[in-house]
């Protein structure tokens, strides 16, 4: 297993196209998590799966945001209608579930969207 | 809501020093807490995570500390090198999710 992995790396569109993102994280990891950062900032929560299940949302993820992870496995962020302000890096992790509290996050490398 | 405070913004010092960053949280109910290390434009790298029954671990040139009843942890780098230059972020749960700080830009000049 080579890690998480994000694709694609740099997305490129017009306001108001419609965006997809997917993320494979580590294998064995049944949480996966969406984070969005802005230059200068640390990463901003958007939403996590335990599984297949999405178990929180943050504010921040509008009705123009889209997460699922269909198997519990992979996952798709889609973002509608596009607008300038989404312009950011969106980061993906994993780590299992472990009631020690020692489950370390693992991060991808991101997908980076740019909105003209 | 759990909120990180990250001091200093940035830090430069010259090769060789040793150095301490500094991370505050507001919600000291927290199971752990976690370093990271960001390269510019890049994803993050876990550093270091402190359960919240350890004061403190090692990894190498990297110690961090946790203080749960102050809601404070610390960053020592030990000798500093230019390869440490990055941003390190201080992350602390908020129930389950990360919150995260803004982070201190290092930059260590030979």
């Known amino acids: 297993d080579t890690g998480v992995s994000q694709d694609p790396r740099h997305k490129i569109t017009k306001r108001g196209q419609n965006v997809t993102f997917r993320c494979d994280p580590i294998?064995?990891?049944?949480?996966l998590y969406w984070y969005r950062q802005t230059l200068g900032q640390g990463p901003e929560f958007l939403t996590y799966?335990?599984?297949?299940?999405?178990?929180?949302k943050s504010r921040l993820l509008s009705d123009r945001f889209s997460a699922e992870r269909p198997k519990g496995s992979f996952s798709t962020l889609e973002i509608q209608r596009t607008e300038q302000g989404d312009s950011a890096m969106y980061l993906c992790?994993?780590?299992?579930?472990?009631?020690?509290?020692?489950?370390?996050?693992?991060f991808g490398a991101g997908s980076r969207l740019t909105v003209l | 809501k759990q909120e990180v405070t990250q001091i200093p913004a940035a830090l430069s010092v010259p090769e060789g020093e040793n150095l301490v960053l500094n991370c505050s949280f507001t919600d000291s109910a927290i199971y752990n807490l976690q370093w990271f290390r960001q390269d510019p434009g890049k994803g993050l790298t876990s550093l270091l995570l402190i359960q919240s029954s350890q004061r403190e671990q090692t990894s190498g040139r990297l110690n961090a500390s946790l203080d749960k009843s102050s809601g404070r942890s610390t960053l020592y780098i030990a000798a500093s090198q230019p390869g440490d230059s990055a941003t390190y972020l201080c992350?602390?749960?908020?129930?389950?999710?990360?919150?995260f700080g803004k982070g201190t830009r290092l930059s260590v000049i030979a």
């Open positions: 799966f335990q599984n297949e299940a999405q178990l929180e």
């Open positions: 294998s064995e990891h049944n949480r």
């Open positions: 992790a994993s780590n299992p579930y472990e009631r020690s509290g020692a489950n370390v996050l693992t």
């Open positions: 992350a602390a749960p908020d129930n389950t999710p990360l919150v």
